[in-house]
């Protein structure tokens, strides 16, 4: 019986190990994504900005240097029930 229970804390710890894995891969994709539309829009007309999308929430911020755009997303959703976010960084090219 205590090989079973640590059988199954083991599987508790996998699991939540594989759904925060899932949840920062989601959360990369939609800064990815973010990074893509702002290096599409015409460097005058960036600009920052939030936006939330099926319970995730996306933040952005842009600092203009001399030749780029300093752009940080904050992506904000829930893993294993907390609310947690992660950060992206890019410098884009003006």
Do not use: K, M
Not at 70 to 88: C, G, I, K, P
């Amino acid at each position: 019986s205590v090989g079973l229970l640590a059988l199954a804390g083991t599987a508790s710890v996998i699991l939540t190990t594989l759904t925060s894995t899932q949840s920062r891969t989601i959360a990369a994709g939609v800064a990815e994504s973010r990074f893509e539309r702002i290096r599409a829009t015409a460097c005058p007309a960036r600009a920052s900005g939030s936006t939330r999308t099926r319970g995730i929430t996306e933040s952005w911020t842009l600092d203009r240097l001399a030749r780029a755009d300093d752009v940080t997303v904050a992506v904000t959703f829930l893993s294993n029930h907390q609310s947690r976010t992660e950060r992206f960084r890019s410098f884009l090219p003006c």
